[in-house]
């Protein structure tokens, strides 16, 4: 352990403020004391395989940027999380991998994120029992294969076919276009064995949509293409080239009829075709991910609030407001310091809680399936669509400000915060572009309001509309009352919330009715009011957030724990009401006046003073180790500056010689000889 310095100091100080006692929260969290444990275990095991432990030592992925070499570091790892699920079966690194984003960045990730999966949601009883030993035991490694050259969010726009030859009785899978190439799956260029290719199904002269079918990618005994199949990697990305996503062309490859999952749709041997009893179960996989999708970037934007709430909290920068005192001060004690981190901080929080609601309904879902109800499937696609929509674009965002919150140090990738950055990106893309999610969620809206428009009752969780249709029906001169600390009651601002996503969805749905109305086709009038469907949307969403935010925190017995926990929530509706880029919602009908918003952002600052105490044990909480974290400026002990420089003095670079001689000889020397 190094000896104690200014950074640590400072460190200790601001973790002994805490009213709260940080390893509790963590319980909460990751839902219990003996789950934690399995996950620190699981975790140091991992670390010694992969990371290693001593902190002053350059953590392997920052030592090059070769494309080569990376795939090669991401296979080392990938190796390590499938040996210890096959051992260990604990779940921890299906999804999700060993610093907690998405497990795509593995060359296998997609093996436990989506193929077994699929498997397990739409194969029959016949079919899993034949794959999944097969795939958890690693005899074959999986891929799940969707997007095309031409086209991504718009699955059903995929060209891929599957044709069934009913006299070999086997399907035969095609690209009939270079933009039916396969794009973008990871695994695909050079990891996975098999994959699960979705494809146009097509008997005789009929199309019958997208399904999914397992095709064998490799031979198992040389690792070799298969006939017909060619395969590649795409080549350098913003982020994840530790995995090998790749492209697939397929050339008449034939697979036997009983490779397409059946467990939903059917085709029988003389090629008569069974509809599935729900045209969305064919996306379910999708749904399942955009889950999972929500859980990561929620602990991917908490580890950049780590990062920047501790080295703010150690950073010195600036000199103290009080004259008769020079010392500089931790750039924490901004204001505006305080309003980024904390805000980026609460809106992790909410992250993580509406996710723990998202698994939930899921859950709720599945068990009504297996009766044969899919009555909530319609309710749990758009849930998860939203969710994956919002989530990712704030995490996205917040990811971003809290590595400009760091000044230059988070440019670096020593910082860990460009890591996380690229990481995060992505997902507002991969699983549906999130402005097709909110699409979706849109045209559900729309849905569930014509519905209450004609008295009848919409699905349960949407039971808020016919409430707040009947407040606008009775008054169209609607003010909020609320003054002074009546917005600190949950009850207020969640009515706040409520009262926005209710107008913004019946007057798009007045909208779209007088569109219609007038002549125009339904496609043309969404197209129109576009984006006040958006914000409609994006609005229902955040009131979800919101409740489910406070749901889970009502329910936490420990008083210190709660305090500071309401204090979060509250700060996280405060500021989406007063300075979030879409606050207008709140405020253009008159609901909200200025005087009210002044006193909410009064009130934004008395919630930062009273979570700035209380900043390091919240990060505490989440319960990252140094070693996934990953960054020199967001040590545990605080100890920045020693660690920043100990990594960068072992850059491969600065040890290299030859590199420096070899652009000394080519390049300087030339220059310097010449005297320009």
Partial sequence: MAPPNRQTMLMDEARGRASFDSRKLTYIIYGGEDIVKLREAAASRVEAAILGTNPMQLPKDYENGDRGDAYLAGLAFAKVLLEEEAQHRHGFYNAANHQGALMSSSPFGLHSLMFIPTIKLQGTHEQQAHWLPLAESGTLIGAYVQTELGHGTFVRGLETTATLDTKSDEFIIHSPTITSTKYWPGGLAFSATHAIVMAQLIIGQQAHGLHPFIVQLRSLEDHRPVKGIELGDIGLKAGYNSADNGYATFNHVRIPRTHMLMGFSKVLRDGTYIKAPHEKLAYITMIATRDVIINTVGFQLARAATIAIRYSTVREQGVSSDQQDAKEVPIMAYKHQQHRLLTIMSQAFAIMFSAKTCDAIYQDMSALQIQGDNSKLPYCHITMAGMKAYATQVASDGAEDARKCCGGHGFSLLSGMPDIVTTVTPCATLEGDNHVMYQQVARYLMKQATIVKDGRKPDTPMSYLS?????????????????????????????????????????????????????????????????????????????????????????????????????????????????????LGFVVDGYINVSQMQTMRGLVNDMLEALVPESIALTDSWNFSDATLKSALGMKDGNVYETLMAWTKQIPINRNTATQKEGYERFIKPILKAKI
Avoid at 495 to 521: T, W, Y
Avoid at 543 to 549: G, I, M
Avoid at 554 to 568: A, C, G, T
């Fill in 467 to 583: 409430s707040g249709y009947s407040v606008l029906l009775s008054s169209t001169d609607l003010h909020c009352l609320a003054k002074s600390d009546d917005f600190l009651d949950p009850a207020v601002l969640v009515s706040i919330f409520r009262h926005r996503a209710v107008r913004l969805i019946f007057d798009c749905s007045e909208n779209m009715d007088k569109a219609q109305g007038n002549g125009q086709p339904y496609a043309m009038a969404f197209n129109t009011h576009m984006m006040s469907l958006f914000d409609a949307a994006r609005a229902h969403v955040e009131l979800f957030v919101l409740e489910s935010f406070l749901e889970h925190i009502s329910n936490i017995p420990d008083e210190n724990i709660h305090k500071v926990l309401q204090h979060l929530w509250t700060l996280f509706a405060l500021v989406a009401i007063t300075h979030a880029i879409d606050a």
